[in-house]
């Protein structure tokens, strides 16, 4: 089955962090770049971070110093490391390779 799956989202304090993953099934994930975006409440969705099949990594100005992609192909699976979380970082944070979308898990920085 084609999928990707996310884990890892939850509520944390304003300067904490949390780990991301998803888990990816069904296609060659060794050869495909992988994203992380985001979408909060009334907003359009936007590109958070990119890692290619290489490792090439690059991120939004907003997260970046902050966010950290990572990828495991022997694993299948892509991490995000956040950091010195803000608020302004809530959001339904997605995976996505090609037009393939997870569904997402949710990320709440309280003040």
């Known amino acids: 089955q084609v999928q990707l799956v996310e884990s890892g989202g939850g509520l944390v304090q304003a300067g904490g962090s949390l780990r991301l993953s998803c888990a990816a099934s069904g296609f060659i994930f060794s050869i495909s770049a992988m994203n992380w975006y985001r979408q909060a409440p009334g907003k359009q969705r936007e590109l958070v971070a990119t890692v290619t099949s290489g490792g090439s990594t690059d991120y939004a100005d907003s997260v970046k110093g902050r966010f950290t992609i990572s990828r495991d192909n022997f694993g299948g699976t892509v991490s995000l490391q956040m950091n010195s979380l803000k608020p302004e970082d809530t959001a339904v944070y997605y995976c996505?390779?090609?037009?393939?979308w997870g569904k997402g898990t949710l990320v709440t920085v309280s003040s």
């Open positions: 996505n390779t090609h037009n393939l």
